[in-house]
Each structure stands twice: as structure tokens, then as C-alpha cells.
């Protein structure tokens, strides 16, 4: 299964619904890019608000990762750069409870993420900016938008994928089987906010564990062609 796509029509990430015969709670997979339109986030937080709980990645804060890949476009004078933002969903205001995995993690590991979010800003700058600069910028679509349920991924080195994408992939997952304990009787959408990297753990665990399978996708514009010709002239 597809969760992003690019393509002719632009990059797409697909809202995916799980559901499982016989319970009536829905998981809705929001996977989130950390740079987009700002439709692509205003429509995303309007879907969010037909849902009962929302978990999300982070703890109620804009993606770093997305500010980094969102200066170094500015810095290198990319024109995109002035269609685009970075992520950054205004939870509270949709008046719907939300949970932070993250958030909920063990201390060292919030104090690792907290570290993890300086560094995508203070040294992950100068890398996008060195790779855009030396005529590169495609590189950011090649090698970080496309994903499928079966895609492995992997980061820098091999500590940082343990760390970024395994064990809050455990974490995640964790808390989606909470809410599944807590809630399976009930005839809600619990939505998921959370990087298209972290789909595919999501998806297959909550059909190895509870029997939740697609049951349809809705395909999302985070940017268009217009903008992609844009980022790689």
C-alpha cells in the first residue's frame, strides 16, 4: 500500500482508514510531510476535527526538521521556498483531546528527542543548505517522500534509525494498543498524526495485533507539480 507519493500530479500523502470486523472503532492515518502547502495543513487540521482523539507525533510543536529543510530552501534562495512552511498543527485548537507518545516516553528519551530537535536546526541546516547549493535539491524527493507499508527505513546511521524511527515506532504503537484497549467498543476515529515514515509500523502492527486492515485511502496534495518543477529549477 501506498501512504506518499510522488509523482505528475506532485507529492501526495494518502489519509488511510483501518478498520476491523465486527469493532467499531476507526483509526484514521494522517501521515504527515514536515514541509508543505499551507492548504495541505489547514485541510488536515479540518479532517481532524470529524475525529474523537487525535495521537500525534511530537509534543504540540512545530516539526524541526521541517523549520531546518525550510531555512536551508530560504538560504539557498530556492523559490518554493516562499509557497511552502513547515508543520505546525494547532492541536488545541480543535477542542478534541490528544495524546503525545512522545511526550509519554521515558525522560532520558524526551531529553534525547529534545536534543535530536536542536541538532536537525543547529547542524542539519548547513548539511540541506551544502546539498541544495551544490544543485541537489532533488535529492530531498528522491530520497524522503515516498513510502509504502512495506518500506524499511533507515536514517544517517544506524543509532539514529534505532532511536528516531524503532523505538518511537515502540512507543507509538504502544499507545495506539492503550487506546485500542480502552476504547475498542466504542464507534469512534482515533486519528493519527504522525511522519509517513512512521506508517508502516503503525499499520502492520495494528493488523497483526487487533486485525485492523485499509479499508480505503484518500489521497491529500502536500504540494503540487508547479511547486516540485520550483524546489529542483
Known amino acids: ?10 507529492l501526495r500523502s494518502a489519509i488511510i482508514e483501518l478498520r476491523a470486523r465486527g469493532k467499531p472503532l476507526t483509526f484514521r492515518l494522517f501521515p504527515m510531510i514536515h514541509i508543505g502547502k ?39 534562495f ?23 507518545p512522545d511526550a509519554q ?7 534525547r528527542l529534545d536534543l535530536l530537535s536542536f541538532l536537525d536546526l543547529v547542524l542539519m ?7 541544495m547549493a551544490l544543485g541537489g535539491r532533488g535529492w ?15 536514517m544517517r546511521s544506524r543509532r539514529m534509525t534505532e532511536f528516531a524511527i524503532h523505538d518511537r515506532d515502540a512507543d507509538l504503537v504502544s499507545t495506539l494498543s492503550q487506546v485500542y484497549e480502552e476504547r475498542h467498543d466504542r ?27 485499509a479499508v480505503g485511502a484518500e489521497w491529500m496534495t502536500v504540494f503540487d507539480e508547479a511547486d516540485l518543477h520550483r524546489m529542483v529549477d
Open 105 to 111: 516516553s521515558s525522560h532520558s528519551r524526551r531529553e
Open 187 to 213: 464507534r469512534e476515529i482515533v486519528a493519527v498524526v504522525y511522519g509517513a515514515a512512521h506508517m508502516p509500523a503503525v499499520i502492520n502492527a495494528l493488523n497483526a495485533r487487533f486485525g485492523y486492515r
Open 1 to 10: 500500500m501506498q501512504i506518499t507519493e510522488y509523482s505528475v500530479f506532485g
Open 38 to 76: 499551507p492548504e495541505f495543513y489547514r485541510e488536515v487540521g479540518e479532517r481532524l476535527r470529524e475525529c474523537d482523539l487525535v495521537v500525534a507525533e511530537g509534543w504540540d510543536m512545530p516539526s524541526s526538521t521541517g523549520m531546518a529543510i525550510m531555512l536551508a530552501m530560504r538560504l539557498t
Open 140 to 154: 530531498l524527493l528522491r530520497n524522503r517522500f515516498e513510502i509504502n507499508d512495506n518500506s524499511e527505513i533507515r
Open 125 to 131: 541546516i548547513p548539511f540541506y543548505v551544502v546539498v
Open 78 to 100: 530556492q523559490r518554493a521556498a516562499w509557497q511552502l512552511v513547515h508543520q505546525d498543527i494547532d492541536y488545541e485548537a480543535l477542542g478534541i483531546p490528544t495524546l503525545w
